[in-house]
Nanobody
Framework: VQLQASGGGLVQAGDSLRLSCVVS????????VAWFRQAPGKEREFVAA????????HYADSVKDRFMISRDNAKNTVYLQMSSLKPEDTAVYYC????????????????????WGQGTLVTVSS
């Protein structure tokens, strides 16, 4: 499984941005795909996840109501629509995948995912 993330950039606080993650290889609708982020000097943290082919989505409290994860199975692409961006959203954003369905309690764990993209930098200026 390979993941290619893109869409990062420099934006101002309050702006919106959409990240894309193309997932290729041996995947299925059961594949869980998630977004994580890592700010300088901080640990990688969970942002959002899509399970069951996009039927269920999950979010970190810090981004709930501002970010939306969606999935286009025909294009093998997962999106992260980010709105009302804040300077604290500045980080390298990574998409990650596991071929199976990650259980709810494990969604936020880095070790739950076997495959990772290269990351895309999002910088939000105040």
């Amino acid at each position: 499984v390979q993941l290619q993330a893109s869409g990062g950039g420099l934006v101002q606080a309050g702006d919106s941005l959409r990240l894309s993650c193309v997932v290729s290889g041996r995947t299925s609708r059961a594949t869980t795909v998630a977004w994580f982020r890592q700010a300088p000097g901080k640990e990688r943290e969970f942002v959002a996840a899509s399970r069951r082919g996009g039927a269920t989505t999950h979010y970190a409290d810090s981004v709930k109501d501002r970010f939306m994860i969606s999935r286009d199975n025909a294009k093998n692409t997962v999106y992260l629509q980010m709105s009302s961006l804040k300077p604290e959203d500045t980080a390298v954003y990574y998409c990650a995948a596991d071929r199976g369905q990650v259980i709810l309690s494990a969604l936020a764990r880095v070790l739950s995912y076997d495959y990772w993209g290269q990351g895309t930098l999002v910088t939000v200026s105040s």
